[in-house]
């Protein structure tokens, strides 16, 4: 009922109860808790007053009719499903627990009650304030590395955004996206094998966030209404990041990491810097330091560390720009 109201109020228009109770014949404690619904997922309002209700601004939902309207017709011909949710867990887990006989398919959700980003950690976004975005394609074979591939991807996103005019995105191994040192958009790549490998890239990016405060966020972070200096289609950016990532996703077999390593090298932050890894060894959190030298034909990071070259598959950079 809570998405009903929504679509309603989404125009940033004042409506009264009254509207309200005419348009879904709802009652006033039924409106209440879905009001209530939308402020705990992060729907703000102006103060109610007189039995009146208003968003501070207004909202575009994601609407399937609209992405499919925007993608080429060899796109939504590749495209097995297309999934709009209100509210999931988390889009990567919806679709690598689902059973699809066709691929690729793609999940889209306005809210996420557990996204999942890198290293464990909780990817947060406020409702309908960013996109959330998994995409899922089946391979029989695979010969090479998912590493490359979920740089490839990252190198994918940083080209369509700073397509967009952001022109100061940037890479942090393996595919963290930032801008001027503030987190945008993030990836997580997962893969289930079954008589087969079965690959979900889910894709978080900060859009237009609320302006309030935000603890459960441990790093910087910025939106592409800050870094663009404008709204932009919610819809239209699905739509740019399907095509785009779905090209990716079925040509990497063939093309690899080499069409990619390019523009990994044009958007990598950290080659050249001092950087500290951290990674699992033997069950134990260890740090390593050293100077980044980029990525090898696997995607791994290059490290020189004294006076060796070290690479590493896996692990949490940090560094300072």
Known sequence: MYYRVLQIL????????????????????????????????????????????????????????RILAALPRETRQLMADLEIHSVLDSTNRHLLTQQHLTMPCVCLAEYQTAGRGRQGRQWVSPYASGLCLSLKQRYVALNEPLGGLSIALGVTVARALHRLGASDVGLKWPNDVLWRGRKLAGLLLESRWRMDCEIVIGIGINVKMPPVETPNIAQPWVDLYTVLGHSISRNALAAMLIEQCLQTLISYPQVGLAAFRPDWHDFDLSYGHTVTLSHDKRGERVTVTGTALGIDEQGALLLEVGNTIQRYVYGEVSLRL
């Not at 209440?32 to 619904?37: K, M």
């Not at 039995?51 to 609407?63: D, H, K």
């Open 10 to 65: 989404a125009d940033g228009q004042v409506h009264t109860a009254e509207q309200l109770n005419q348009y879904l014949s709802l009652g006033l404690g039924e409106l209440e808790q879905a009001l209530n619904t939308l402020i705990t997922y992060g729907i703000r309002f102006h103060s109610k007053a007189d039995n009146t209700y208003q968003l501070t601004e207004a909202l575009e939902l994601l609407e399937r009719s």
